[in-house]
């Protein structure tokens, strides 16, 4: 078992930015790859990011490149998700994602073993 717990969500302006953090617990971190999912209202939920075990490897939605930056810190057993030129069609609920079978996760939320509970994010125009 794994548990996630997202923080840092809130409302921002357009152009602005914000960190999400997910902090993990229960299993080692260091072995486990992360993804960050989001869902808006009315819409399925979409991938967003992901990071391997050891960071060094990334993946993002063609959308979020050049925006979305994810990162892991693996003494801290918290995976981050640092968003900046948000925009408001980037409001929705945010979720971290745990993947135990390897050393990435795929970019469908299917692949992913384990979910926090999500954290809102809402840009304003």
């Given at each position: 078992q794994i548990q996630l717990v997202e923080s840092g969500?809130?409302?921002?302006?357009?152009?602005?930015?914000?960190r999400l953090s997910c902090a993990a617990?229960?299993?080692?971190?260091?072995?486990?790859?992360?993804?960050?999912f989001r869902q808006a209202p009315g819409k399925e939920r979409e991938f967003v990011a992901r990071i391997s075990?050891?960071?060094?490897s990334t993946g993002y939605a063609d959308s979020m490149k050049g925006r979305f930056t994810i990162s892991r810190d693996n003494a801290k057993n918290t995976v981050y998700l640092q968003m900046s030129s948000l925009k408001p069609e980037d409001t929705?609920?945010?979720?971290c994602a745990?993947?135990?079978?390897?050393?990435?996760g795929g970019v469908t939320?299917?692949?992913?073993?384990?979910w926090g509970q999500g954290t809102q994010v809402t840009v304003s125009s």
């Open positions: 969500g809130g409302l921002v302006q357009a152009g602005g930015s914000l617990s229960g299993r080692t971190f260091s072995n486990t790859a992360m993804g960050w075990t050891s960071g060094m929705a609920v945010y979720y745990a993947f135990v079978k390897g050393y990435l939320s299917d692949s992913y073993d384990y």
